[in-house]
């Protein structure tokens, strides 16, 4: 279980006050905050013509991305590809508790960021969301 910190009970306020959309899934990666709202739900979140999106970008003044939840692991590999999006990635599997990302060079590079910054900020989520551990080879 996460423990949801202030700044991010601020976020999903304003999605919910914006789009009256409930969610319980936001997080930070690549300095972009992602949204992960039920399918259902999508359109309802982007609103029209994308006006949520534009009106809380605005407000924050940071990119932001509304994404489907995965309701379980075998929808892993969806949720990370929304996530990482535009980089791409080869496959994912599960061995072992843990998801094995494997990527190409460039791909993979992009993953992890400078610093390792993005792989932890990934890893994070995933521990978060599925807990189980991610390793990007």
């Known amino acids: 279980m996460t423990t949801i910190d202030l700044q991010t ?3 999903i306020n304003l999605l919910d006050n914006v789009s009256k959309v ?3 899934k936001c997080f930070t990666y ?3 905050i992602i949204f992960a709202v039920p399918r259902a739900l999508i359109a309802k979140a982007i609103g029209p ?3 949520h999106i534009h009106h809380i970008q ?3 003044g940071k ?3 509304i994404i489907e939840e995965a309701q379980s692991v075998q929808e892993a590999e969806k949720f990370i590809r929304d996530i990482v999006a535009p980089v791409t990635f080869h ?3 599960m061995k072992e508790n843990i998801l094995i990302m494997t990527a190409g060079s460039q791909s993979k590079a992009a993953l992890i960021g400078r610093n390792r910054r993005r792989e932890e900020e990934l890893q994070q989520i995933i521990k978060d969301t599925f807990n189980i551990e991610l390793k990007i080879i």
């Open 63 to 65: 990119k932001i991305r």
């Open 49 to 51: 013509g994308a006006s």
């Open 30 to 32: 690549n300095n972009m």
């Open 58 to 60: 605005e407000r924050l």
């Open 22 to 24: 409930k969610t319980r």
């Open 9 to 11: 009970i601020r976020y």
């Open 91 to 93: 496959s994912l599997e």
